[in-house]
């Protein structure tokens, strides 16, 4: 096992450049897939979860493995289920043979999709024969996972009479759903809201768009935005490239949330859709106690957890039921490894998480695990501005940050590494 120690630098003063979002690169390789080429997208993202599908688009192999990546595993699904490329077997990690996919398969063989289980069903891994689908009216529940629901707009523009979908109940992290239109409408399709539940897409195959820019990834600098917040130093400050204000990504919120946290954000410019530099620095200004409904941001929890614990801002969290079905069980994750730091946390039907200021004796020399999980390491680096702090198996960040040890290492951090 690899552990780092890390160590914070003297004064945080750096220049980081950002990597792109996966989430955009996912949706544009999709997409690019499903008009057979024809679009150069620049700037993607290199993380696994973004190579897995490159891998499997240029090789298309009869076994995909996916591994972790929970973004393929659905935008895969329903790629290869309207397609006729061929049977295929989808699978994935241990984690991810136990991460649910029925509400997605069931979609699509109500659209006459040939998908059958291998192993346990509702769970990878799947037998998808490839075929062209009729489309039409489709039910999924709205507040599972909004890949599900993503995976089948993607492609929907394919099918012979396009697709009417109506979303059950509470709708969670409807700004990935409306990135996931957004970006279809770029490329051509006609695809929007016709109800407050209610999507209707026009079977009209994508098409228009030579070159497609990916902006860097908001999820990414939301632990540059903790470091400033844990800082000690007034005059703390980062310049993150690649942002674009007015960004679609959901989590772009992140610089709402932290300026309830003492941390402003300043651009460079502010030109729509244009890549800027985002200037973050401490203003001194924070909230008492911090309550915010996670819903459309989930991804962004454990940064905030981990954060208000270290600044010692009491907080509430909501709208954390979908951290239970992610790589890890996000929820009991935080609540282990912040009891090694000394933080006691209680959570609530499944979908709250709270600290009151409860403390409990820290674990001396502890090191924080990582679950397989890529933003438990992201989320608890930004601990070593406070203390020390030791993170095994780090390398789980190239899920989505490939650099993000590399850029620690060029803003002044520390990183000893020791094998056990």
């Known amino acids: 096992m690899i552990t780092y120690h890390i160590e914070k630098p ?24 499903l008009q057979n080429g024809g679009v150069s997208l620049e700037n993607i993202s290199n993380c696994d979860d973004t190579d897995v599908i490159l891998r499997a688009m240029k090789d298309m192999p009869e076994v995909i493995d996916i591994k972790a990546a929970g ?12 397609t006729e490329n061929g049977t295929h077997v989808l699978t994935g990690t241990n984690r991810m043979r136990h991460r649910p996919i029925k ?20 769970y990878p891994p799947l037998l998808i024969k490839g075929q062209a689908l009729s489309g039409g009216y489709v039910e999924v529940p709205g507040n599972v996972s909004s890949q599900y629901i993503s995976a089948l707009l993607l492609v929907a523009p394919m099918l012979r009479g396009g697709m009417e979908l109506h979303l059950l109940g509470d709708i969670t992290s409807r700004p990935y759903i409306d990135l996931t239109l957004c970006m279809m409408r770029e490329f051509g399709a006609d695809a929007d809201w016709s109800a407050v539940d209610t999507i209707s897409v026009a079977p009209r195959p994508y098409a228009g768009l030579t070159s497609y820019y990916i902006e860097s990834d908001w999820s990414a600098a939301s632990y540059w935005y903790e470091m400033v917040a844990l800082a000690n130093e007034d005059d703390a400050e980062v310049r993150l490239e690649g942002l674009m204000d007015g960004s679609k ?11 309830l946290l003492g941390v402003r954000t300043i651009f460079k410019s502010r030109k729509p859709g244009k890549p800027t530099t985002v ?24 940064t905030f957890v981990v954060c208000c614990c270290l600044m010692g801002v009491p907080f509430r969290f909501e709208g954390l039921h979908t951290l239970k079905i992610k790589e890890t069980d996000r929820i ?60 095994n198996h780090p390398k789980v960040v190239s899920k989505s940050y490939p650099g993000f040890w590399d850029d620690l ?12």
């Not at 620095?281 to 459309?296: C, H, I, P, Q, S």
């Not at 290492?409 to 056990?420: D, E, P, V």
């Open 249 to 259: 990504q959901g989590d772009s919120s992140v610089r709402y949330i932290f300026s």
């Open 71 to 82: 973004t393929a595993m659905r935008f895969m699904t329903a790629f290869l289920s309207c």
């Open 409 to 420: 290492r060029l803003a002044g951090f520390s990183i000893q590494s020791s094998k056990s």
């Open 332 to 391: 009991e994750a935080l609540k282990t490894e912040m009891r090694k730091l000394g933080y006691v946390l209680h959570d609530a039907n499944g979908c709250e998480l709270s600290w009151d200021g409860e403390r409990c004796a820290p674990e001396p020399s502890a090191a924080i695990d990582t679950y397989e999980d890529h933003r438990m390491a992201l989320a608890f680096a930004p601990v070593a501005m406070k203390q020390p702090i030791d993170i």
């Open 279 to 302: 200037t973050i620095r401490k203003n001194g200004r924070r909230v008492a106690k911090l309550e915010y409904d996670f819903t459309g941001q989930p991804d962004l929890a454990q």
């Open 10 to 33: 003297l004064r945080i003063d750096a220049s980081i450049k950002l990597p792109a979002s996966k989430s955009i690169s996912n949706r544009a390789l999709i997409i690019q897939a």
């Open 103 to 122: 509400p997605l398969v069931d979609a699509l063989l109500r659209l006459g999709a040939d998908i059958t289980y291998t192993g346990q069903e509702g």
